[in-house]
Each structure stands twice: as C-alpha cells, then as structure tokens.
C-alpha cells in the first residue's frame, strides 16, 4: 500500500523559511516522479514542484520560482521541500504526490500538512 506522509507544515512569518518533508513506504520510490502540490482555502489545487526519478529533471510554479527547493533522497525514500521568503500567499495545504511510472496517469497522494504564513 502507497503511503505518503508529510510533516514540516507550521505558522510561520512573513519572509520566514519552513522545511517540509515527505516519508514515502510501500512501494519502489526509485522510480516515481515526486511532486508537490498546495490548496488553499476556497481555491483549487496548485502544482508546486516536481522532481523526476533520477533527480536529473526539476520543475517549479513560477510562483514559488526561486524561492522554494525540491529534493529527494532515494535511499530514505523521502522528498523535501525547502521553502524560503514565504508569503501570505503560500498559506494552504502542501500535499505530497507519488506518480506512478506507466502509460496510464496514477497519482498517490498524502493527507497534506498545512502551512500558514502570517503576522
């Protein structure tokens, strides 16, 4: 059974730094795209981030371009995402997606931590 469990989310301040973390279990992390992925309150999900399998490719939301760094560790089956000079606007759920390898799309989500960013 894919699990993914996200952890890092918190209050934090304008231009303040949050590190959240993704602890991937039950199935071969090696060969999944990670992505993450944010909702905030009465609005729709918003891509973030996304790493390949073999680190080699990375994409950012022009939104956070700059600012936020996506990494994974294969060996500790574990996807990060280092988040500087926060915004209100980065306030919502960050969510934690596997995607599984294949012609058919199958993405794995976690229950999302959640991040706010105020005075």
């Known amino acids: 059974e894919v699990q993914l469990v996200e952890s890092g989310g918190g209050l934090v301040q304008p231009g303040g730094s949050l590190r959240l973390s993704c602890a991937a279990s039950?199935?071969?992390?090696?060969?999944?795209?990670m992505t993450w992925v944010r909702q905030a309150p009465g609005k729709g999900p918003e891509w973030v981030s996304a790493q390949n399998s073999g680190s080699t490719t990375t994409y950012y939301a022009d939104s956070v371009k700059g600012r936020f760094t996506i990494t994974r560790d294969n060996a500790k089956n574990s996807v990060s995402l280092q988040m500087n000079s926060l915004k209100p606007d980065d306030t919502a759920v960050y969510y934690c997606n596997a995607i599984e390898p294949g012609d058919v799309l199958r993405v794995h989500w976690g229950d999302g931590t959640q991040v706010t960013v105020s005075q």
């Open positions: 039950g199935f071969p992390f090696g060969v999944y795209d």
